[in-house]
Nanobody, 124 residues
Framework: QVQLVESGGGLVQAGGSLRLSCVASGRTFSVSAMGWFRQAPGRDREFVARIRWSGGSTYVADSVKGRFTISRDNAKNTVYLQMNSLKPEDTAVYYC?????????????????WGQGTQVTVSS
């Protein structure tokens, strides 16, 4: 099992920045990739970004490209999501996820473990 704990959410004005953190514990040696998803009220959970644990290659959704960056600190078993130029439409609960599979890691089914989520609210 892998446990994930997110932090760093909060209330920010449009144009501002936040950095989310996700700390993984447990059988982290089995993790092949980690990702961030978000879910706004009344909407499906959507992919935001992912990073491969080995090699560190990243991929971000078009909706956040150029504004959000995903990174990792292997020594701390931590993944970060730096969010800049935030917009009201970025308001959502942000979830960290970990995968032990092989794949492209942009779908919910690609991930095996999920955190509890952290709320991000962007005011206009």
């Amino acid at each position: 099992q892998v446990q994930l704990v997110e932090s760093g959410g909060g209330l920010v004005q449009a144009g501002g920045s936040l950095r989310l953190s996700c700390v993984a514990s447990g059988r982290t040696f089995s993790v092949s990739a980690m990702g961030w998803f978000r879910q706004a009220p009344g909407r499906d959970r959507e992919f935001v970004a992912r990073i491969r644990w080995s090699g560190g290659s990243t991929y971000v959704a078009d909706s956040v490209k150029g504004r959000f960056t995903i990174s990792r600190d292997n020594a701390k078993n931590t993944v970060y999501l730096q969010m800049n130029s935030l917009k009201p439409e970025d308001t959502a609960v942000y979830y960290c996820a970990a995968s032990k599979q092989l794949g492209v890691f942009t779908l919910r089914r690609d991930y095996d473990y999920w955190g509890q989520g952290t709320q991000v609210t962007v005011s206009s």
